[in-house]
């Protein structure tokens, strides 16, 4: 079975522009996270979707936005990229809500995303 | 959710038993215990997930004593190939967060 697969695995953009990146989950998963990890930093949380539906946000400013698809797929969107949005966003997915406590998450291997 | 203190960096030698220590004095009582492994460029994945007393699987084992303030993730035998970094962190009942710290870098030398 396929993993949790992003796209693109690479993008450079400039400041101000926007950026859309793309997660499909594991089949028959239905809750997916979305993650940020600067480089020599763990992954920091910015969203988690289940069943289509925001169910947590972290500690990100409004241009960051999320949202899911009826087939679970998620997009995450930022908008005027600054330099510091310079990372690798990750995305995660699990079987069901990931507010269970002991809920696995399967990542995929990220999007690095550098910001000139 | 717990905040974790794990060493920045460990040292070891194929062939050795790897003890990499958490501690987390503000655990909570509906926190679980999560261990995630991270190579260059990937993701995270997850290793082994325990409450309390002792949890193993096929790669790993987790100790965590009765007062739940500290666990340690135990890797029999190392090899080159489990140089990574290792994440601690709580996972609790009603967050979908997932806290990650620095973890620890650990180098496995032939």
């Known amino acids: 079975d396929a993993g949790v697969t992003q796209s693109p695995t690479h993008l450079i953009k400039t400041r101000g522009q926007h950026v859309t990146l793309r997660c499909s989950p594991i089949s028959g998963h239905k809750s997916v996270s979305w993650y940020q990890q600067v480089l020599g930093q763990g992954p920091q949380f910015i969203f988690q979707?289940?069943?289509?539906?925001?169910?947590g946000r972290g500690n990100f400013p409004d241009r960051f936005s999320a949202r899911q698809f009826p087939n679970y797929s998620s997009e995450l969107n930022v908008n005027a990229l600054l330099l510091g949005d310079s990372a690798l966003y990750l995305c995660a997915s699990s079987l069901d809500w990931a507010g269970q406590g002991n809920e696995k998450l399967f990542f995929g291997s990220g999007t690095q995303l550098s910001v000139l | 959710l717990a905040k974790t203190t794990q060493p920045i960096s460990m040292d070891s030698y194929e062939g050795q038993e790897v003890n990499i220590t958490c501690s987390h004095n503000n655990i909570a009582t509906n926190d679980y215990i999560t261990w995630y492994q991270q190579f260059p460029s990937q993701g995270p994945r997850f290793i082994i997930q325990?409450?309390?007393t002792k949890v193993t699987n096929e790669v790993a084992s987790l100790f965590i004593p009765a007062d739940r303030k500290s666990s340690t993730l135990s890797l029999p035998r190392v090899s080159l190939s489990d140089t990574a970094v290792y994440y601690c962190?709580?996972?609790?009942?009603?967050?979908?967060?997932?806290?990650f710290g620095k973890g620890t870098m650990l180098l496995v030398s032939p």
């Open positions: 962190l709580g996972a609790r009942l009603g967050y979908s967060t997932l806290t």
């Open positions: 325990g409450y309390k």
């Open positions: 979707y289940y069943e289509k539906e925001e169910r």
